[in-house]
Structure formats: C-alpha cells, structure tokens
C-alpha cells in the first residue's frame, strides 16, 4: 500500500465553504467509483479555514497518470472537476492548472 499527503485551497468565502462541504457530504455515485477503480483504497478530506488537505490510501500499482486517463475520458468525473473548481483555487505557487499539490513527508515517527 502506498500514502500520499495532497493540498488545496478553498475560494475563502464562508457560503462557498459550507457549500463544498456539503457536496462531500454527498459525493456522486460515480465519483466515489472512479476513486475507487483507480486503485485508490481509502481518501480522506481534512479543512483547516480555507486549506484543505487530503491523505489516500492505495493499490501499490496506483499511478497518478493512470487516473488522470481514466479521469480525462469520464464525462461525470469532468462534471464534478468543473463544479469543484467553482470552490476551489490553486495553492501558491502551483503549476498552471494545478489542484490538488503533492505534499513531502518531512517526519515519520516509527515505533
């Protein structure tokens, strides 16, 4: 199994905020399909003001190019990116068009 950390900001506006976290309350069908075929085993979704942070969980065979081609040719996964997008705004610093940031793990206790 394989753990990445990622990273993205919300559009600071409380109404938007409480409205992109409503949809996660109830995330599409076929949204939570396409996570889950692309070999991602367990996602979480964490929010400290407007910056979010997300930990998954996968196949040791996941790829992040792999579910970007699965993404790019599933119409209900294009839709729910242009929605998100509406709540979301890239971090300082990203790449042009960039969400969601790899993050370096920079400590791991081991016991």
Do not use: C
């Amino acid at each position: 199994m394989k753990r990445f950390a990622l990273a993205l900001d919300l559009v600071d506006d409380p109404l938007l905020i409480a409205e992109y976290e409503a949809y996660h309350r109830n995330v599409w069908p076929e949204i939570k399909k396409s996570i889950l075929d692309s070999g991602i085993i367990n996602m979480e979704i964490y929010r400290t003001g407007n910056r979010l942070f997300m930990i998954m969980e996968t196949e040791d065979g996941f790829s992040f190019g792999n579910k970007a081609s699965m993404d790019s040719s599933n119409i209900k996964v294009q839709e729910w990116e242009r929605l998100m997008w509406k709540f979301q705004q890239a971090l300082p610093g990203s790449k042009p068009g960039e969400k969601w940031v790899l993050m370096d793990r920079i400590f791991e206790l081991i016991v």
